[in-house]
Every structure is written in structure tokens, then in C-alpha cells.
């Protein structure tokens, strides 16, 4: 048999193998911060996020846009007092979130006319929705 023949595809490979490793991205190089901040995110124009009912997809049976999308603005920065100092009844919903030392409570009251608090407990970057 022709060693001409066995040899050229195997060479082939390796060719595309050694390609493939250059081009791979490195884990080892540092990656941009995935978390967008609120900045980034006022930036986004709604016109170019894909909207379903605007591109003409078939909604469910009995769907109603009674909004348009983000039509309800999130609350960027949110104001916090001691524990003591709130007057909700002792009945009032929330939504906690505990951190290793903090904790944030979120009235579903005051949720029901935002739905959205861009926030971030200790450092770490949170979404609180209603």
C-alpha cells in the first residue's frame, strides 16, 4: 500500500487539531464581569430586544399586552432603614434576602407597583422580583 496515501489524512487531522487549540479561548485568561451593572443595562434599546407579540409570533389563547415591554421601570437604588424604624404591620410580605452578616427585606406592597429591585447583598449582585 502507498504510504503517501495513510500519511496525507492523519497529516490533515493534525492540522486541524493544532488549529482548533490556537483558536480555542484560553480559561485561563481573565473574562469580562458577566454581571451587567445598571449602567450597561439603561443602555440596552428596547427597540433592538426581540419582543415575540411585536415580531409576530402567535400568543396563547387570550393573551393580552396590557404593557409594552419595559414599560415598568426597576428600582435601581433602593433605600434602606433599621428594622426598628419601619412601621409595616406585623403581618406585611416580603421577600428577604440574607447575606452572611446582612439581611434586606423587600415589602411585596411596594413590588406590586415596580416588580423589579436591581440591588446586591454584600457585594453580590441581585434581582429581587415580584
Known amino acids: 500500500m502507498d504510504q503517501r496515501r495513510i500519511l496525507w489524512p492523519a497529516v490533515g ?5 493544532v488549529a482548533l487549540i490556537a483558536l480555542w479561548p484560553s480559561t485561563d ?3 469580562e464581569d458577566p454581571v451587567a451593572s445598571a449602567e450597561q443595562v439603561d443602555a440596552l434599546d428596547p427597540r433592538e430586544v426581540y419582543d415575540p407579540a411585536r ?3 402567535d400568543m396563547p389563547q ?3 399586552q396590557i404593557l409594552g415591554r419595559d414599560q415598568i421601570a426597576p428600582v ?3 433605600v434602606f432603614v433599621d428594622a426598628g424604624e419601619v412601621d409595616w404591620p406585623d403581618d406585611a410580605l416580603v421577600i428577604g434576602v440574607t447575606g452572611a452578616e446582612d439581611a434586606k427585606a ?11 429591585v ?3 447583598i ?4 441581585i434581582l429581587v422580583t415580584w
Not at 487531522?13 to 487539531?17: D, F, G, I, Q, Y
Not at 423587600?106 to 423589579?116: A, C, D, I, Q, T
Not at 454584600?122 to 449582585?125: A, D, F, K, V, W
Open 55 to 57: 415580531a409576530g409570533e
Open 106 to 116: 423587600y415589602p411585596v406592597s411596594h413590588l406590586n407597583n415596580r416588580e423589579m
Open 29 to 31: 485568561a481573565p473574562s
Open 76 to 78: 435601581y437604588a433602593p
Open 122 to 125: 454584600e457585594g453580590i449582585p
Open 62 to 64: 387570550g393573551y393580552r
Open 118 to 120: 436591581v440591588d446586591d
Open 13 to 17: 487531522l493534525a492540522v486541524v487539531a
